[in-house]
């Protein structure tokens, strides 16, 4: 085995406004530098590190559970020798944000490192940068098949949704963990960079995968825009359910 080969992309330091639009919520995150995987995880990746067949490298591995990529991340960082990102026990994860390993992007981060400075939707011609709905696709396409965004990033857009490390909403889903980007099947209303979606860290997707972070942190519990405390004080919310909401327990 040769190890991953996972390209990173450096992500300068700065700010991005995030959007929640089911709660009327926009907040402000700053952000340091980081590096952000080139393009996602593919199955020939997702193979030499933890066995799971790759019957097409090229393309995004899909059907990887949240839990499943945590366990990549710490398999990768391993290989290079680096301090794993997270402790697991059973389905507990614990990010230890002061380690050099490769990990989820916080959904700030990611959101920062696919706008790469637009303010728009989407940051080109959808037809240039990604596959959705409008190619008819039945199955992923291979990584890097469009135009990159201007951070160097392929199919961040588009293509499959991508985990992230943060919680959907603690206080309504329970342990359901944010993805973004949206699918190949998906129009241009779900393939832009502020939808949030989410599912249990469980779940398994034909167009859901992962792209892999890596940058550490001196805050204790708390970086890039998430804090442990701020996922704690969200859960013991309790108010009424929006309308479209169903209830997760």
């Not at 990768?76 to 697991?88: F, I, M, N, Q, T």
């Not at 359901?176 to 209303?189: E, I, K, L, P, S």
């Amino acid at each position: 085995m040769e190890g991953a080969d996972i390209e990173l992309a450096y992500i300068p330091p700065g700010a991005v406004q995030l959007h929640d639009a089911r709660l009327k919520r926009r907040w402000t995150v700053e952000l340091e530098s980081f590096e952000l995987g080139v393009y996602p995880v593919t199955e020939e990746q997702v193979a030499e590190l933890i066995g799971e067949p790759a019957a097409h490298p090229r393309r995004p591995a899909t059907g990887i559970s949240w839990l499943r990529a945590i366990r990549f991340c710490n398999a990768a960082s391993e290989w290079e020798g680096l301090d794993p990102a997270y402790s697991v026990d059973g389905e507990e994860v614990t990010w230890h944000v002061d380690s050099d390993g490769y990990r989820l992007p916080t959904e700030a981060e990611w959101e920062y490192a696919c706008r790469a400075g637009s303010t728009g939707p989407h940051y080109g011609p959808l037809a240039e940068i990604t596959w959705t709905s409008a190619d008819g696709l039945g199955a992923p396409h291979d990584v890097g098949g469009r135009l990159p965004n201007l951070n160097g990033l392929f199919d961040t857009l588009g293509n499959v949704w991508e985990w992230c490390w943060d919680y959907l909403d603690p206080a309504r889903y329970d342990d359901y963990r944010v993805f973004r980007g949206g699918g190949f099947a998906d129009d241009a209303w779900s393939v832009r960079a502020s939808v949030r979606r989410g599912g249990s860290p469980r779940t398994q997707h034909e167009d859901l995968g992962f792209r892999v972070a890596r940058g550490r942190f001196d805050a204790e519990g708390a970086a890039q825009g998430w804090s442990a405390e701020a996922d704690r004080e969200r859960a013991a919310l309790e108010f009424p359910l929006p309308p479209g909401w169903t209830p997760r327990r």
